[in-house]
């Protein structure tokens, strides 16, 4: 095969090489093929960038309604998900779990492994009526 290259015996640096020669970008989801594409000077289009880049932007005093699932490390939360994954920590929501309450955010964290939303429960924690 004429674009092998077998003098390189490592899978990712094949890739990069191949990638120098066709010109052409990598796609990933790998950290570390992502790091040493970099230092090999090509470009890297990153999968979780894409995702995290395509996820809604959920802001202080917005108002949603999330089905608590199961109760929070801290006293008398409840936690729930959004459909992309993101956890919603709902503070007095513990006793409300398998049921869906309207909440409003009060935070917004951005950790290594995600976001996570911080709510509270409106008035009385009924469900939202979505228009």
Known sequence: MPDDFPSIREV?????????KWEAKVV?????????????HVEVLNINDLANA?????????????LILKEGKE???GVGYLDDGTMVVVDHARKLIGRSVGISVTSVLQ???GKMIFGK????GKPMVEA
């Not at 395509?54 to 999330?66: A, D, I, T």
């Not at 429960?121 to 009385?124: A, F, G, L």
């Open 54 to 66: 395509l996820k809604p932007v959920v802001l202080p005093g917005e108002r949603m309604s999330v």
């Open 121 to 124: 429960m409106d008035e009385n």
């Open 12 to 20: 990712d640096l094949k890739l990069l090489e191949l990638a120098k």
């Open 111 to 113: 950790t290594a492994s």
């Open 28 to 40: 990933t989801n790998d950290f570390n093929l992502n790091k040493v594409a970099h230092l090999h």
């Open 75 to 77: 006293y008398n939360q």
